[in-house]
């Protein structure tokens, strides 16, 4: 299986911050990469797919770039909305595996 | 607008069988456009793809999962199902089902709700 690490595990921000969460991948998935945002209570909702298409209704303030092995999921300035925890996903091959999650908190 | 709800038992006992269905509104499932998924989040953890199945039928399962898990389709009904079976307190999770479209480059873009299910005896 292919495992995938985020980093860091918890990230403590302020609005309007810039936060960059990273996402490994134990070995190269191409741009085969998603990433989740989900709340307390929630299903997860797709924000970014094949690493950089930003989902429909999704704010631009969020975009994601990597290719192979390192990834990276942008906020560009941090909102009241955005603290939540955010999960990476590779569909490069089944089967599909998630992050541990990052949970971004306020400072 | 396409919508997904999960439903079944909230609690199973250990060494029985786990079943949800996913009931499918505003499209169907029959569409060759769509793949079908199920994902499970433990209490407190993170998510773990169970399977997907596709329009044809064909199930691709976790294989750490894949002795003991069953994906189906119900076209008559619009609904695809999961069976989980010799369930576990390990197995007690939010259980989400998922539409992915097909083609290259699509994961899965919209989730039901979640159902927790606990097992215990």
């Known amino acids: 299986d292919i495992q995938m690490t985020q980093s860091p595990s918890t990230l403590s921000a302020s609005v309007g911050d810039r936060v960059t969460i990273t996402c490994r991948a134990s070995?190269?998935?191409?741009?085969?990469l998603a990433w989740y945002q989900q709340k307390p209570g929630k299903a997860p909702n797709l924000l970014i797919y094949?690493?950089?298409s930003l989902e429909s209704g999704v704010p631009s303030r969020f975009s994601g770039s990597g290719s192979g092995t390192e990834f990276t999921l942008t906020i560009s300035s941090l909102q009241p909305d955005d603290f939540a925890t955010y999960y990476c996903q590779h569909y490069y091959s089944y089967p599909w595996t998630f992050g541990q999650g990052t949970k971004v908190e306020i400072k | 607008q396409l919508q997904l709800q999960e439903s079944g038992p909230g609690l199973v006992k250990p060494s029985e069988t786990l079943s949800l269905t996913c009931t499918v509104s505003g499209g169907s499932i029959s569409s060759s456009s769509f793949y079908w998924g199920w994902i499970r989040q433990p209490p407190g953890k993170g998510l773990e793809w169970i399977g997907t199945i596709y329009y044809n039928g064909r199930p691709y399962y976790n294989p750490s999962l894949k002795s003991r898990v069953t994906l189906s389709l119900d076209t008559s009904k619009n609904q695809f199902s999961l069976r989980l079976n010799s369930v576990t307190a390990a197995d007690t999770a939010v259980y989400y089902c998922?539409?992915?479209?097909?083609?290259?480059?699509?994961?899965?873009?919209?989730w039901g709700q979640g159902t927790l299910v606990i097992v215990s005896s």
């Open positions: 998922a539409r992915r479209p097909v083609g290259d480059g699509y994961t899965f873009n919209q």
């Open positions: 094949t690493a950089s």
């Open positions: 070995q190269s998935i191409s741009t085969w």
